[in-house]
């Protein structure tokens, strides 16, 4: 663990990577606690940012931690910047987790599971004390599903996808496909070796996410939804002018001025 780090990930060099980073750090310097010794790691291009925050508090602060990933992607962060890797079967109490996410709403549920990571990272975000998100301005919305379109992420048994396909059209998202590889012929695979259905829903029934949550839950097949209810404690965003937005789970919303602006020098 010791010796020069490695760099984590490259400088931003626009201002929508500088305001991920900037939602990253804050939240890092906020929730990641000198105490605290087990800690999951998210998905996505957001939570390199945390990394290389957690990693910036110091060989000394981080040599008694254990690292819980949600992901193959979180997994090689986590042994890139040589920070010690755990389970969550060897731990499953955790002391904070922080993820991204596709979309938040005005109560903190999200979209999650547009990288196909949402089953490890739903299961890290109940095991967690604190569940903290962390995103540029883009994913902060009022209702799911404006922003994020291509619907909410199910992550399904691979025999059960046509069955599960016409249950989730009957549902309500006659749109709904299953999610296509793109540098590979056929369907994308998830980490835990299932398939991904993409089901956009109308607005109405995103409205009201924990319902819409429970029905598709019950469809036989189903392993994870890609909607989080309930779960986050406070979701962090960038923007663009440099401050960042918290939005809390009791409805509270503040303000940061983090006094430097997330424009890169280089634009
Ligand atoms: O499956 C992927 C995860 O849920 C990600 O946390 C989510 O897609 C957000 O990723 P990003 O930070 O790249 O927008």
């Not at 606690?33 to 602060?61: M, W």
Request: charged share 20%.
């Amino acid at each position: 663990m010791g010796g020069v780090h490695p760099e984590i990930v490259p400088p931003p060099t626009t201002v929508i990577e500088a305001s991920k980073r900037l939602a990253a750090w804050t939240a890092v310097d906020r929730h990641v606690l000198p105490e605290y010794k087990v800690i999951g790691i998210g998905s996505g291009s957001t939570v390199p940012y945390v990394v290389e925050r957690i990693v910036a508090q110091g060989p000394e602060r981080n040599k008694d931690r254990v690292f819980i990933p949600t992901s193959f992607q979180s997994k090689e962060l986590i042994v890139n910047a040589q920070l010690l890797l755990g389970d969550v079967d060897q731990y499953p109490v955790i002391d904070v987790t922080i993820d991204g996410a596709d979309e938040v709403d005005e109560t903190l549920n999200c979209i999650k599971g547009g990288g196909a990571c949402h089953l490890r990272e739903k299961v890290l975000a109940e095991a967690a004390d604190t569940f903290i998100v962390v995103a540029d301005y883009r994913k902060n919305s009022d209702v799911l599903g404006r922003n994020f379109t291509q619907g909410v992420p199910i992550e399904v048994a691979q025999f059960a996808y046509a069955k599960v396909l016409q249950n989730v059209h009957l549902l309500g998202s006659p749109g709904a496909v299953l999610r296509m590889a793109k540098s590979k012929a056929g369907p994308v695979v998830t980490d835990n070796g299932n398939f991904v259905i993409d089901a956009p829903f109308p607005e109405e029934a995103m409205k009201d996410p924990y319902t819409l949550l429970t029905r598709i839950k019950m469809l036989t097949g189903v392993v994870e939804v890609g909607l989080f209810c309930h779960m986050a404690k406070a979701a962090y965003f960038g923007n663009q002018d440099g401050s960042v937005t918290v939005k809390w789970h009791d409805g509270r919303i503040e303000n940061v001025d983090s006094g430097s602006s997330p424009v890169p020098e280089s634009t």
